[in-house]
């Protein structure tokens, strides 16, 4: 039996309706699957973002604290080296006034004399030879010439051997020493420095751990005493 116009149209429209609704749901399948998609690479990405904002963030505060510990190290050595330098100032103020004192002494004819007599018999003993040379200041000739006279006979009776001394008055020592004596053996290459300032270097070396711990008590990043 034919179908008549009517019931094709019909068929045609059911088929139709049919499609569109197909088509209708495979879109919405696509739309919700492409959103979900969507959501989880939002997610992935929002995620990545925020690790690697945390990693910078992680990064800037380790720089920070990097930062802080060297500025606090600077500054800390900086004050230490204040401290150390306050403290080199004064042990050379120390300094200075010993030499002063010194200087003082070298003025007093009577207590000079004496010093220079024991600086002298000393540089004798130490080289302990038959010639040699003293050297001073221009200003202390005469005293340094009696201290000799005075030690060549001691010399000679203590070590049992002559000795010829004589002033080098070609070289003195500066004037701007405190005093004292330099004593050479007779070609010039062994001496022996008797210079007050000479005595109060190596005395200011040999105590100078005493004084600092005089002065500022023990170290305490010392292990071992002398």
């Known amino acids: 039996m034919a179908l ?15 499609i569109e609704q197909e088509a209708s749901e495979k879109a919405e399948e696509i739309e919700a699957k492409a959103e979900e998609e969507f959501n989880i690479e939002k997610g992935r990405l929002v995620q990545t973002q925020r690790v690697k904002i945390m990693e910078y963030y992680e990064k800037k505060e380790k720089q920070i604290d990097q930062q802080k510990k060297i500025q606090m190290s600077n500054l800390l050595n900086q004050a230490r080296l204040k401290v150390l330098k306050s403290r080199d100032d004064m042990i050379a103020e120390l300094l200075d006034e010993a030499r002063s004192r010194l200087a003082d002494i070298a003025k007093d004819p009577s207590r000079y004399s004496t010093l220079l007599e024991g600086l002298v018999l000393q ?4 080289l302990l030879e038959p010639k040699v040379t ?5 200003q202390d000739v005469a005293l340094v010439q009696a201290a ?7 010399y000679k009776d203590t070590v049992n051997s002559n000795i010829v001394v004589r002033i080098d008055k070609d070289r003195f020592l500066s004037p701007d020493i405190s005093g004292g004596v330099e004593v050479y053996n007779d070609n010039g ?17 040999q105590m100078m751990p005493e004084v600092r711990q005089t002065l500022y008590g023990p170290n305490p990043n010392r292990k ?3």
């Open 148 to 154: 000799i006279d005075t030690n060549i006979p001691i």
């Open 123 to 126: 540089g004798f003993y130490q």
């Open 134 to 138: 003293v050297r001073c200041r221009e």
């Open 224 to 226: 071992f005493m002398d």
């Open 4 to 18: 008549s116009d009517a019931d094709v149209q019909k068929q045609i429209k059911h088929m139709m309706a049919f």
């Open 189 to 205: 290459k062994i001496k022996v420095a008797n210079t007050l300032d000479s005595r109060l270097n190596l005395i200011a070396q």
